[in-house]
């Protein structure tokens, strides 16, 4: 199933966007929380994964993403009210959350937001945590984007269009290849390698350009958000046992989101559990371990917890901290 166009009016009036791959007979449905700057294609990367799990994956667009409309004032903590909306006009009562890169915060709150009753699990991939856990280790242009976004919103929404929202907007596509060449320049060289795959790079490109759909002020203020205080604080964020199952997946290696910021995360976190990936950068990992990130958040039927902790304990290139 790939419908990657639909849309739902909210009760304010504002358009929510979202996409839906997976599985056209899911026994699970996941709501998919895209990377920064992103839109909802993100979620075809996950689409082959979800159909052999059976697993129905919707990909909203966040407000001023992709086709959703800018949500003017917009704090993190608005966003779980659009999920619900989402899942509620889609018959939806039980789902997962799974949040990769920039995703986190979101992820995060919809822990916080939507009862447990109707959230079964949750997964953070690659995350961003707010940078009060500390930005040692992360690349100079993603740092600088989080220090300047706060405060100077405008102009930060004007360096994103000059970069890459004009190349976005220019016939020729090869325009907007190359400016998004370039901001990978930094990345690790395993991420590199991973996004240039032929069954990758069309989506990455897709999704990146279609988060400039609509201009570049949804994504500056993605940064602004991300950036300052949100709104919560990881300490009240009740996830383990009688709670929501949490688990922080990470590349010891990235240099986007670096591994301390989710260390310091997870002692803020007590109950979930986090799984480093050795010698991997930001997304290499994902592409190639999507059946095991998605087996460990559903939980598969006839699988005890005893079980998969000891299975995942026996892969090599996974530590992991409970």
């Known amino acids: 199933m790939q419908q990657e166009n639909e849309s739902l009016k909210l009760n304010d009036g504002?358009?929510?966007?979202?996409?839906?791959?997976?599985s056209p007979v899911p026994q699970r449905t996941i709501i998919y929380l895209h990377g920064y700057p992103s839109s909802r294609y993100e979620g075809k990367l996950w689409h082959s994964s979800c159909a052999t799990h059976n697993i129905r994956l919707i990909a909203p667009d966040r407000p001023g993403n992709g086709l959703s409309t800018f949500q003017h004032n917009r704090r993190i903590l608005d966003f779980p009210a659009d999920i619900l909306a989402l899942t509620e006009h889609l018959k939806i009562h039980q789902f997962y959350v799974l949040g990769v890169a920039e995703g986190a915060p979101y992820a995060l709150a919809c822990i916080k937001e939507i009862p447990k009753e109707r959230l079964l699990g949750a997964s953070i991939v690659s995350g961003?945590?707010?940078?009060?856990?500390?930005?040692?280790?992360?690349?100079?242009?993603?740092?600088i984007v989080l220090w300047i976004a706060p405060w100077m919103t405008s102009f930060t929404a004007a360096l994103f269009d000059s970069k890459m929202g004009k190349p976005s907007r220019n016939e020729d596509p090869r325009v907007f290849e190359d400016a998004l060449s370039r901001e990978m320049e930094s990345w690790h060289p395993g991420d590199q390698k991973a996004i240039r795959c032929a069954n990758v790079w069309p989506t990455f490109v897709a999704m990146t350009k279609e988060s400039f759909h609509n201009g570049s002020e949804g994504v500056g203020w993605e940064a602004k958000l991300n950036g300052s205080e949100w709104g919560f604080e990881l300490a009240h964020v009740h996830v383990g046992e009688g709670e929501v199952p949490l688990t922080l997946w990470h590349g010891k290696d990235d240099r986007n989101s670096p591994v301390g910021m989710v260390e310091r995360a997870k002692k803020l976190l007590p109950g979930c559990v986090l799984r480093l990936k050795e010698g991997e950068g930001h997304f290499g990992f994902i592409f190639r371990d999507a059946d095991e990130i998605l087996e460990d958040l559903v939980r598969r039927e006839g699988k005890d917890e005893k079980d998969e902790k000891e299975e995942f304990m026996m892969v090599s290139v996974t530590q992991v901290y409970e």
């Open 128 to 143: 961003l945590y707010p940078v009060k856990l500390g930005t040692s280790g992360m690349i100079l242009p993603s740092r």
């Open 14 to 22: 504002r358009k929510l966007s979202y996409a839906i791959y997976g």
